[in-house]
Nanobody, 123 residues
């Protein structure tokens, strides 16, 4: 059974940083594209970042480019999202997801999802 467990969320002031982690089990982590998505209250889930299985390719939504960095440690079955210069509009539940496909921004291409971790940025 596949499990993705996010951690590292919390409350931070604008301009601050957080590092999210997503620990995976029950799958061959090193062959999966890993993605991060977020969903703010009353809004649809949106793509944030993704990294290919090898780590060689990354995608970001324009609003986080230059502030967020996705990385992965395949031996540890873990993907990270380093978030710097946080803004109130980054407030959302953040989800990690795994896709057995080439790197993609499309939520429906992801096979497994975590339960999410709340990030709240105060102004």
């Amino acid at each position: 059974q596949v499990h993705l467990v996010e951690s590292g969320g919390g409350l931070v002031q604008a301009g601050g940083s957080l590092r999210l982690s997503c620990a995976a089990s029950g799958l061959t982590f090193s062959i999966y594209t890993m993605g991060w998505f977020r969903q703010a209250l009353g809004k649809e889930r949106e793509f944030v970042a993704a990294m290919s299985w090898s780590g060689g390719t990354t995608y970001y939504v324009d609003s986080v480019k230059g502030r967020f960095t996705v990385s992965r440690d395949n031996p540890k079955n873990t993907v990270y999202l380093q978030m710097n210069s946080l803004k109130p509009e980054d407030t959302a539940v953040y989800y990690c997801a795994a896709a057995r496909s080439l790197i993609t921004r499309t939520p429906s291409r992801y096979d497994y999802w975590g339960q999410g971790t709340q990030v709240t940025v105060s102004s």
